[in-house]
């Protein structure tokens, strides 16, 4: 008798703990400030309810806040010559003659 209490109290006990887990969770709903999101490059430009405006960050449609900073630098690597196909040497031949002339 003694050991069914127990293990109702240690089953109510479990429930409550995992209903106030999954209701706590389910309750999360972050909120963003206008300009915590710069406008990405193809669609969609913004997460829902916020749209992109021409300062190039997210806002959201009520807002008229204007986002000081500027937009990150673009720093991608250029693209780097093709070093497979080889370029021909200058012929320095030429230039050596001209300083041996005087011209």
Partial sequence: ??????????????????????FGSSCFAPTYA???????SSAPQCPAEYECRSDGYCHT?????????????????????DLSTPTPAPDLAEADAETDSGT
């Fill in 61 to 81: 449609a009520d807002s008229t806040e204007v986002c000081a900073a500027p937009r990150p630098a673009d720093l991608a690597m250029p693209t780097a010559p």
């Fill in 34 to 40: 206008d300009c915590a999101f710069a406008c990405a």
């Fill in 1 to 22: 008798m003694k050991s069914r209490v127990i293990l109702r109290a240690s089953l109510a006990a479990l429930t409550l703990l995992l209903a106030g887990t999954l």
